[in-house]
């Protein structure tokens, strides 16, 4: 069997959903909100007016990481991260956790 260079159609598609569409990135902290968006926390905490970015619904201010998310995208993160070494020289940052 040849080892497959590209990621798998699953883990890409995988990768898709759990990009925030407010800073392109895999979601940091993501917290799913009252419409069913998921952003990161962050990413929602700097929309002033407190509302989803993608569809204006009003968000409540509890958000709650979803640590299940957050366990997908550490996966995801350790998979797709095999492939390119060092391109950038952005070291890559480690989110802190709060709680
Ligand atoms: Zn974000
Ligand atoms: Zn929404």
Do not use: W
């Amino acid at each position: 069997m040849a080892s497959d260079p590209k990621l798998p159609d699953l883990l890409v598609s995988l990768m898709d959903k759990l990009t925030c569409s407010v800073c392109t990135q895999l979601f940091t902290d993501p917290v799913i909100i009252t419409c069913g968006h998921t952003f990161c926390k962050t990413c929602l905490e700097d929309q002033s007016g407190n509302q989803c970015p993608k569809c204006q619904t009003p968000v409540e201010r509890t958000l709650e990481v979803n640590v299940v998310l957050c366990e997908m995208i550490q996966q995801v993160n350790g998979q797709g991260g095999n492939e390119s070494q060092g391109a950038s020289g952005e070291s890559r940052r480690q989110p802190e956790r709060k709680y």
